[in-house]
């Protein structure tokens, strides 16, 4: 916890032990956690990608300890971005500090196949070593995928998957691996949504990912009774983007080096969803 809270308070590039213990520590908490979380009614901040961006997750992490806000992280926290392990880590102490009102969760970028590939595992060898990249993927196993509001507001990555029909069809999933070897799993992660009336398309993403159009996204919204959709996961310049008539809101909380405006979710008491610029 002392270097949660040193952290926190500003402190960087931790060492390779300091790193272990936090992760350690995180991966206990982590690990017991259901793959759906179940989070308060309103209230509630949803933070979209941060790919290495320390100056977003710092002003985020002080805007929802200055509140009384619970916050659901919707993943992308490594890759591409200029301080992928700190802001990582940011995000851990956070977690670590006020557990209760931090949710965080699985994107796509925190598996093996994608952090390999896009930045982190550079990053993590060029200024630690592979063994502590090792460390990294075995904490992104323990990541939880969904999280589920009391008011039916739900959250993931990506979006809706095929052949997923109740919130049992999620729970049931085993979701620890260093990739997302289940298919529906991967989805999740990994889809967008089309505002056109069809159930699921390719995608440009390629073979891994669907779009999922208005049909797939009603059917799933009727049979889990929710609604509303929060998901991260695509880039608009303006940071927040709705669709199916704003039932769905896709946000991204990074700025991309000055090309996007980062925005957040809030959720008041009364249910009301506002944009708010980082
Ligand atoms: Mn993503």
């Given at each position: 916890m002392k270097i949660a809270n040193n952290i926190l308070n500003g402190k960087t590039k931790l060492n390779h032990e300091e790193i272990v213990q936090i992760l350690g520590e995180a991966k206990d908490q982590l690990r017991m956690l259901p793959n759906v979380i179940t989070t308060p009614k309103a209230k509630l901040f949803y933070i979209g990608g941060l790919h290495g961006d320390l100056k977003c997750a710092r002003k985020i992490a002080n805007k929802i300890m200055h509140s009384d806000y619970h916050a659901v992280f919707l993943g992308d926290y490594v890759d591409r971005g200029p301080a992928q392990v700190d802001t990582l880590l940011h995000l851990v102490a956070l977690k670590l500090q006020i557990p209760e009102r931090v949710t965080l969760l699985r994107g796509n970028h925190e598996s093996q196949e994608v952090s390999g590939r896009y930045g982190f595992h550079s990053e993590v060898k060029q200024n630690y070593s592979e063994e502590l990249y090792l460390e990294f993927l075995d904490f992104f196993k323990v990541i939880p995928i969904a999280a589920l509001s009391r008011s039916g507001i739900f959250a993931c990555h990506g979006g809706v998957p095929e052949d997923v029909y109740s919130l049992n069809d999620l729970s049931s999933i085993n979701r620890f691996d260093v990739n997302f070897p289940d298919d529906r799993l991967s989805q999740l992660v990994w889809n967008d949504p089309k505002?056109?009336?069809?159930?699921f398309t390719f995608s440009i993403r390629g073979a891994i990912a669907r779009f999922f159009g208005l049909v797939a996204f009603q059917k799933f919204m009727g049979n889990l009774n929710l609604r509303l959709f929060i998901r991260a996961h695509e880039a608009f310049p303006e940071g927040i983007r709705t669709f199916f008539d704003g039932r769905l809101i896709s946000i991204f909380s990074t700025s991309y080096g000055g090309r996007i405006t980062p925005m957040i979710a809030r959720i008041d008491s009364d249910l009301t969803v506002h944009a708010v610029e980082i």
């Open positions: 505002e056109m009336n069809f159930e």
